[in-house]
Nanobody, 118 residues
Framework: QVQLVESGGGLVQAGGSLRLSCVASGNIFSINSLNWYRQAPGKQRELVAAITSGGTTNYADSVKGRFTISRGNAKNTVYLQMNSLKPEDTAVYYC????????????WGQGTQVTVSA
């Protein structure tokens, strides 16, 4: 099993920046990718950014050029640097881990609220 704990959310004005962190524990060697999703009120959860164990990254079109996903040196930490934030970035942000094996292939953190004021 994998446990995920996010931190770093908060309230920021439009144009500002926030950095989210997610620390994975448990069977971290099974992790294939660490990802950030978000869910705004009344909307479906959507993938924001992803990074594989090999370092390949992927971004939603809506955040390209503004958000950067990275992993810490210990490989069990993933960050989401969010710059030039917009009110439409307001959502609960969830850390997600996809693992290579086991009966459960995806794990989720508890989520952290990001609110961007106009």
């Amino acid at each position: 099993q994998v446990q995920l704990v996010e931190s770093g959310g908060g309230l920021v004005q439009a144009g500002g920046s926030l950095r989210l962190s997610c620390v994975a524990s448990g069977n971290i060697f099974s992790i294939n990718s660490l990802n950030w999703y978000r869910q705004a009120p009344g909307k479906q959860r959507e993938l924001v950014a992803a990074i594989t164990s090999g370092g390949t990254t992927n971004y939603a079109d809506s955040v390209k050029g503004r958000f950067t996903i990275s992993r810490g040196n210990a490989k069990n930490t993933v960050y989401l640097q969010m710059n030039s934030l917009k009110p439409e970035d307001t959502a609960v942000y969830y850390c997600n881990a996809v693992v290579l094996y086991g009966p459960q292939r995806a794990y989720w953190g508890q989520g952290t609220q990001v609110t961007v004021s106009a």
